[in-house]
T-cell receptor
């Protein structure tokens, strides 16, 4: 079945540091790929998405490129802020339902 | 964008009682909704797929009689945790797939924090 493997956390960075959270997947067919962010005590918010190979999703300074050849969708941000502290989930959507990675907790210190 | 509203956001109940959680698609119709459970510091695990007008499809290991799902209309699905026990305490999240041009995206409710005492 479908699966998502996400870089283990937690990740602690200083403000303005560069962020990379790795994500790889296995799936049949051509899934859509997503990054979600979850703030403490809240539900999931869509951060960005890509629906086909070589698409780049971007939002709020975050970027991720759908790499079919490496089955990856790594999340990057050039300069993180304290407000980016949250849990980040990589996910794919295949035949209707979503499959999530285990989540990576990011803490950004001033 | 499309909005999925989940209610209540938090609920505390006594052991042995039942709790109903509602999931509504506010500005679109959802023939299918998904219910997830999230334990602390863990990922989301799909519990069941709710289908309007037919029975829900449960994932392996999820008790159908304990987690009752009713998809009463094209905009409402409910999850009832029956005879709740402390081990049912968790964060429950629903989602609905988008339609048409939104078809590749799933929209999530705000989640419900259930605490069974």
């Amino acid at each position: 079945g479908d699966s998502v493997t996400q870089m283990e956390g937690p990740v602690t960075l200083s403000e303005e540091a560069f962020l990379t959270i790795n994500c790889t997947y296995t799936a049949t067919g051509y899934p859509s790929l997503f990054w979600y962010v979850q703030y403490p005590g809240e539900g999931l918010q869509l951060l960005l998405k890509a629906t086909k190979a070589d698409d780049k999703g971007s939002n709020k300074g975050f970027e991720a490129t759908y790499r079919k050849e490496t089955t990856s969708f790594h999340l990057e941000k050039g300069s993180v802020q304290v407000s980016d502290s949250a849990v980040y989930f990589c996910a794919l959507r295949g035949a209707g339902k979503s499959t999530f990675g285990d989540g990576t907790t990011l803490t950004v210190k001033p | 964008g499309a909005v999925v509203s989940q209610h209540p956001s938090r609920v505390i109940c006594k052991s042995g009682t039942s709790v109903k959680i509602e999931c509504r698609s506010l500005d679109f119709q959802a023939t299918t909704m998904f219910w997830y459970r999230q334990f602390p510091k863990q990922s989301l695990m799909l519990m069941a797929t709710s289908n309007e007008g037919s029975k829900a499809t449960y994932e392996q290991g999820v008790e159908k009689d304990k987690f009752l799902i009713n998809h009463a209309s094209l905009t409402l699905s409910t999850l009832t945790v029956t005879s709740a026990h402390p081990e049912d305490s968790s964060f429950y999240i629903c989602s609905a797939p988008g339609q048409g041009t939104m078809g590749t995206e799933a929209f999530f409710g705000q989640g419900t924090r259930l605490t069974v005492v």
